[in-house]
């Protein structure tokens, strides 16, 4: 199994639906992130969570909410869906030591139609 | 300023040739560093991470670190078509335990 499972892969919805997308992690980690990556235009940060209790907003959080429901899971939302909010999107995770990388998962590609 | 600037255009590198990669960050204190490769479509993949000054070598890989000059740099040897990849520089600053990524560079390898 992934360490950082995202469900679902694919996903394409309506302008206005309410649309959750899902991440897991085995690694044991307390940080939890969710980036979103349009073309030509890197990462960009939308929540970040250091653990279950602690949640941040990232550069673009507006249009997004997320939920830590446990040290390994952590979903994000969107409350009424965009055509712009169209792209990939990765959850990530890493341990506290600043030597830790980020562990992301496969990614989910959202089209709002 | 952008926290992790990576400036080069796409890089076009022939078969058996080194590809050189290099970013540059904003914040004096950083205190790690990491390199990722992005195929398309496809999530970033941890490959080097080097935290102190001078070269670190794994396989074909080698990351540069000189912290008094704020950049960091990859050197792919032998470049084959399989690494034809978008590479993402990411940098953890002093205090803020969250990475800064760069945009990443596209390298393109020709047969």
């Known amino acids: 199994d992934a360490d950082v499972t995202q469900t679902p892969r694919n996903r394409i919805t309506k302008t206005g639906k309410r649309i959750m997308l899902e991440c897991s992690q085995t690694k044991g980690h307390d940080r939890m992130y969710w980036y979103r990556q349009d073309p030509g235009l890197g990462l960009q940060l939308i929540y970040y969570?250091?653990?279950?209790?602690?949640?941040n907003k990232g550069e673009i959080s507006d249009g997004y909410s997320v939920s830590r429901q446990a040290q390994a899971k952590f979903s994000l939302s969107l409350e009424s869906a965009i055509p712009n909010q169209t792209a990939l999107y990765f959850c990530?995770?890493?341990?506290?030591?600043?030597?830790?990388?980020?562990?992301f998962g496969s990614g989910t590609r959202l089209t709002v139609v | 300023q952008k926290e992790v600037e990576q400036n080069s255009g796409p890089l076009s590198v022939p078969e058996g040739a080194i590809a050189s990669l290099n970013c540059t960050y904003s914040?004096?204190?950083?205190?790690?560093f990491f390199w990722y490769r992005q195929y398309s479509g496809k999530s970033p993949e941890l490959i080097m991470s080097?935290?102190?000054?001078g070269d670190k070598e794994d396989g074909r890989f080698t990351a540069q670190l000189n912290k008094a000059s704020q950049y960091v740099s990859l050197l792919i040897r032998d470049s084959q078509p399989s690494d034809s990849a978008t590479y993402l520089c990411?940098?953890?600053?002093?205090?803020?335990?969250?990475?800064?990524f760069g945009k990443g560079n596209q390298v393109v390898v020709i047969p």
């Open positions: 080097i935290y102190s000054n």
């Open positions: 969570s250091f653990d279950v209790k602690d949640i």
């Open positions: 990411a940098v953890r600053g002093w205090g803020n335990n969250r990475l800064a």
């Open positions: 914040d004096r204190g950083s205190q790690s």
């Open positions: 990530a995770t890493s341990g506290t030591s600043a030597n830790y990388g980020y562990t």
